[in-house]
Each structure stands twice: as structure tokens, then as C-alpha cells.
């Protein structure tokens, strides 16, 4: 008899386990607010070769970070679910030439199902939104894009949280109500049919000449990478395409840029910068620096010189809000309940590891890595190094830990290159002055008491996110070996070692186009180009950083169709 059951038993586990997709969802209606809300506990078990259960790994974002994650997970270990309110990837840099048609939407957004049929992966895509991280119960709370009623709940043994970040308003009155954003795909097509809109409103025959001038008056608010390139590729758009279009309106268009620091793209080399504000003067752009956005209304935006605090109003038509970035109001929420709730942006460690958390990752603009400082972990550093404990270390001791120090602190091989020293040795020896065998604890805190000052954030784009996400995937596919063979560096304050090697960050240089054809490039070891060439250089990096051949044959045929006939002006 208990043999039958036995046998039962298995053929049911069999069953159940060849079809493990079907077994889990269990729903629930519940009232809530006078409506239905169909809610779902998303309980999806899939199954190794040997029968053990897959972990699963939930991916929240299909942006820049989750998906570089996705398309260099290889190990087939995992079972990944993705859950995104949008089933695509967007190629950011190229919104700025969506918004005036050099290159078309759909060119841009390769589906993210197509991404990951690629690799060998279990995963599973939902569309919605995670509102709650449940660090606790290792769950996060969803609700779809399509049926704001519909929830549900997914258990995760890993979260990589890839969420990016909102839009930041400053809270400045208006700017919801009135500013068009330059963020998502959505809105860069936003402002297409916009600019249009006020081509075609001010063409009417019965306007006043004052309004057809504020309907054709643009305003950018923010200096940055974004906003410059926007102005640019507006003013490229009016100056090649509509003048000829609109030959009645053409002398009321004016294109203002407004930005409340000193310089425009600020995080570029000087030469960037200056030449960037000279050709926008020439081009005719209203550039006006020192000049903070305080208020919009529905036709008028109120700046305040920041050097005079006087307040004037300029009336427009279209204005777009692009002054950096701030915190979605989830992560906010998962932060207090990790206790970082004194922090502004989600802490990780080097390894890209939540702070607080032993299971969740964040990489992209949701998050930053809080450098450990050494002089934090000087002592014990110390310690480890003084192996026969006798106070002081000498060189040989020194020179055992110092690829550990190295790896482990990037800021000091920042501060030796900038010191133009090949090694930590020397650091100690110039620190004390001779060429000493051993150094006291003291001795060598002061040699390194300045190393901390090498800390740098990285900063919010799509590289980093890239790059991160890269990163990840590479430690989740060798997760066993590293588990059994750690090969990161020593840990100073614990024993053994760490099971990987931290993110190192390369940057290869950043790109600004400033219209005409011309663009800014700024390639590592601070080598800058600016003219022709560079928008070249600029048009065949863009095109090999597409993520299909499908995205890649689009953009590059939209280039040539723009050469060619022009940008298109239709308002679909
Ligand atoms: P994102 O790419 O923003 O992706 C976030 C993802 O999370 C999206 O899929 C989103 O739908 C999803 N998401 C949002 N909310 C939720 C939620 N509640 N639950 C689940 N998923 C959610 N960087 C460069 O390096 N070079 C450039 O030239 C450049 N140009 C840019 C031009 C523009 C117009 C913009 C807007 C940005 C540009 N950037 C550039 C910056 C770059 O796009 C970002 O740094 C990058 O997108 C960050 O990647 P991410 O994956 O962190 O976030």
C-alpha cells in the first residue's frame, strides 16, 4: 500500500516538476477601495539537471543596467524573472534625435523579449511596476502597466534592483504641470508633436505677432549633456527643415537654454565648454548662464539671476525640463526600510551589493557605490600586514598585501598616478623620509592619511550602468566556482577573502553634439576633439553600440534618409 502511494507521490512530483509553470499562481480578490484588485502570489518553481530547485533571480528595469545584466547571464543555473512596466530597451543617447525626427522611435527600442531568447537562460518577462521591495520576506510587490488593479507578488533569492531614477523638479511650482520632460521614449515624442504644434498654431492666419513670438519661443532648462544636445538638434531642425516649411513664422523662432551655474556642460574639459557657448552664440541660441528657474506657469517661466536675485519672465511655447536626476519614490521607500533612509541615493558596496542587505544588488542611476575609505580600515589593514606581530611592518610584509590594498581601495592607485609613484612602497617611503626597512602603525597611517581624498562617485550614464550590469552578470555566472575558490582581494577585517574582485569602472570617453555636425568628444587621458571628425567618430560609435542589427540598420538608415530628404515634419 505505501509503495502504491510511493509511487503516486512521484509520478506527481514528476508531472509537477515538467510542468512547473502551471502549479504556481495563486489568486485572490480582494476589496479595496470600493474596487476589485486581482491580486497574485507568483510562486514559479523551475528545476536544475540533478532535480535541485533553480534560484531565482528577480530583475527590476529593462534600462541600460538590467539589460546589459541580462544579455551576459549565461549560467543556466538561474531561473530569472524580469519585471519592467516597459517590454523594451531604449538607447538614450539617441533620444535627443527622436525629438525632431533624425532618427525614428521605434529605431531606437529593441524589444526585451528579443534580447534574452538569445542566451540560454530560463526568463520570464512581466510588464508592471514594482511599488514595494520587501527586504524582510524577500518578496517584491508588483502592479501591471495595463490593469492598475492587478497585483502580485514575486519571491526572489536574488534582487538586482535596475530601476533608474526620475526626473528631478526641485520641486519648482509648475514644471509637473508644464515642462515636457526628455527621459523616456514617450516623451521625446512628446516634444516632436509639440514643436510641430507650435509650427502649426502660430502659421494660423488670425494671430497677433506677440503671441505667434511666444508660441515659437523654446526654452531648455539645464545645461547639461541632455539639454545642450536638445537645443542643438532643435536648432538644426528649425535652421535645415522648417524655416524652408514655415517661411512666414521663421523670424519669431527663438531657442533659449537656460542654466543656473556659471558654464554649460560642466563635467567636460574647459576647451568643451567654451567652444560649446561660442557656437551656440553664433548659431543664435539664447544662452543664459547664473540664470535659476524659480516658477512656471502655463505660458511663462520666472528665472532669477543668481547674481542680481532679480526675477524676470519669459513667455514660450514649449518648454523641457532636463536638470538631473533624483530617487523613485519606491527605492525611497525601500531605503527607510533598509535603514538608509539619511541617504539620497541607494548605497551599494564595491561589489554592487545593497548596504543592509545580503541578497539584493543595485546598479545604474538607482544607485552608488559608497567607496570604502581606507583610514576607516588603516588598523586592521595594518594588522593583517604585520604578520609576526611585532609592531611594525616591514617592506617584504608590506609588499605581500599590497595588490590586496590595491584592489580592494582603487582611490590608491588614483592617488599614486596622480603622484606619478609606481608603487605604495615608494608612498611609504617618501613619507618617512629615508629609505626605511619598517614602518610603526603611526608611520603608516600618515603615509596614507591622503589617499582617501581620490574617492570619486561615478557618475549617472549609461556606460556605468552598462558596465555594472556587465559586471553582475559575470559574478552570478561564476558564483560556484568563486564560492568554492574566492579570488577578490584579502578581507582586512574579517578572515579570508572576498568571493570576487570589486567593479572596476573604465570610462572611454564622452561624447556632446552640438549641431551643424559638429560634436564634442572627450576620450580618456583628457585627449579632446571637437569638430567633423569627431561627428564621425561619434556616428560609428553610436551605430556599433546598438544592441541588434535590426536597431543598428534602422539608425543608420534613418541618418541617411535624414541627409537625404530631411527630417520629417508631419504631427502623427
Ligand atoms: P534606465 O535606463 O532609466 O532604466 C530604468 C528601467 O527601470 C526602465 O526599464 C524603467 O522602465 C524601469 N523601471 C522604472 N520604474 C520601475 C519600477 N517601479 N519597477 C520596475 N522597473 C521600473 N548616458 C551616456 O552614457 N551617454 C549618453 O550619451 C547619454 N545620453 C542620454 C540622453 C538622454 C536623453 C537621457 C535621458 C539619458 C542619457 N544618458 C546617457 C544617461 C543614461 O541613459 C542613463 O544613465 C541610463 O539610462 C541609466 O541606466 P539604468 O538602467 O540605471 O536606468
Known amino acids: 500500500m505505501s509503495r502504491r502511494l510511493n509511487n503516486v507521490y512521484e509520478r506527481l512530483l514528476r508531472r509537477f516538476r515538467e510542468r512547473p509553470y502551471s502549479s504556481g499562481f495563486l489568486a485572490v480578490c480582494a476589496l479595496s477601495g470600493g474596487g476589485v484588485v486581482a491580486y497574485s502570489v507568483a510562486t514559479r518553481e523551475t528545476y536544475d539537471d540533478v532535480g535541485a530547485p533553480k534560484k531565482k533571480v528577480v530583475v527590476l528595469g529593462t534600462g541600460w543596467a538590467g539589460t546589459s545584466f541580462l544579455r551576459n547571464l549565461k549560467n543556466p543555473s538561474y531561473d530569472v524573472q524580469v519585471i519592467s512596466p516597459r517590454n523594451y530597451f531604449a538607447f538614450t543617447p539617441l533620444l535627443p534625435s527622436v525629438t525632431v525626427g533624425t532618427v525614428e522611435a521605434r529605431s531606437v527600442v529593441e524589444p526585451i523579449r528579443n534580447i534574452v531568447k538569445k542566451n540560454n537562460v530560463n526568463v520570464n518577462f512581466c510588464e508592471a511596476e514594482c511599488y514595494k521591495i520587501d527586504a524582510q520576506n524577500k518578496k517584491v510587490h508588483c502592479r501591471s502597466t495595463k490593469n492598475a488593479n492587478e497585483e502580485f507578488i514575486v519571491d526572489y533569492d536574488y534582487l538586482v534592483v535596475a530601476m533608474g531614477a526620475r526626473v528631478n523638479t526641485f520641486n519648482t511650482p509648475g514644471v509637473e504641470d508644464h515642462c515636457l520632460y526628455l527621459k523616456e521614449v514617450e516623451d521625446a515624442q512628446k516634444i516632436r508633436r509639440k514643436v510641430i504644434d507650435c509650427f502649426e498654431k502660430a502659421s494660423l492666419p488670425n494671430v497677433s505677432d506677440e503671441e505667434r513670438r511666444r508660441m515659437l519661443q523654446f526654452v531648455v532648462v539645464g545645461g547639461g549633456p541632455t539639454g545642450v544636445e536638445f537645443a542643438a538638434e532643435l536648432h538644426d531642425f528649425v535652421s535645415e527643415d522648417l524655416v524652408k516649411l514655415y517661411p512666414t513664422v521663421k523670424d519669431f523662432v527663438k ?294 542589427w535590426r536597431t543598428r540598420s534602422l539608425v543608420v538608415s534613418d541618418w541617411m534618409r535624414c541627409f537625404i530628404f530631411g527630417r520629417d515634419s508631419s504631427q502623427i
Open 255 to 548: 531657442i533659449s537654454l537656460l542654466e543656473a551655474t556659471n558654464h554649460i556642460l560642466n563635467m567636460f574639459d574647459k576647451r568643451i565648454t567654451t567652444f560649446a557657448e561660442e557656437k551656440f552664440h553664433r548659431d543664435g541660441i539664447d544662452l543664459k548662464t547664473g540664470s535659476m528657474v524659480v516658477k512656471v506657469s502655463d505660458k511663462e517661466i520666472s528665472t532669477k539671476e543668481i547674481k542680481t536675485g532679480v526675477v524676470s519672465t519669459i513667455p514660450y511655447g514649449m518648454a523641457v525640463w532636463s536638470t538631473g536626476i533624483a530617487t523613485r519614490p519606491v527605492v525611497v521607500d525601500f531605503m527607510k526600510e533598509i535603514g538608509q533612509a539619511n541617504r539620497r541615493v541607494l548605497a551599494t558596496d564595491e561589489w554592487l551589493r545593497v548596504e543592509g542587505t545580503n541578497n539584493i544588488y543595485a546598479l545604474g542611476d538607482c544607485a552608488t557605490i559608497n567607496q570604502r575609505r581606507v583610514m576607516e580600515d588603516i588598523s586592521s589593514i595594518f594588522e593583517k600586514a604585520d604578520k609576526n606581530r611585532s609592531g611594525t611592518m616591514t617592506i617584504k610584509e608590506f609588499q605581500e598585501v599590497v595588490d590586496d590594498i590595491c584592489d580592494r581601495y582603487p582611490q590608491v592607485q588614483l592617488y599614486l598616478k596622480n603622484k606619478n609613484m609606481s608603487s605604495l612602497v615608494d608612498l611609504l617611503k617618501e613619507s618617512k623620509g629615508d629609505a626605511t626597512k619598517e614602518v610603526n602603525v603611526d608611520e603608516f597611517k600618515s603615509a596614507l592619511s591622503q589617499v582617501d581624498s581620490q574617492v570619486k562617485n561615478f557618475p549617472a550614464t549609461a556606460q556605468v550602468a552598462a558596465q555594472e550590469g556587465a559586471y553582475l552578470a559575470d559574478c552570478f555566472n561564476r558564483m560556484d566556482k568563486c564560492e568554492k575558490r574566492p579570488e577578490g582581494p584579502i578581507r582586512f577585517r574579517e578572515s579570508g577573502r572576498h568571493r570576487f574582485r570589486p567593479f572596476r569602472y573604465k570610462h572611454l570617453g564622452q561624447f556632446a553634439p552640438l549641431g551643424g555636425e559638429q560634436t564634442a568628444a572627450q576620450l580618456p587621458g583628457d585627449w579632446v576633439s571637437i569638430g567633423h571628425s569627431s561627428q564621425w567618430l561619434w556616428y560609428s560609435v553610436y551605430a556599433s553600440k546598438q544592441v541588434s
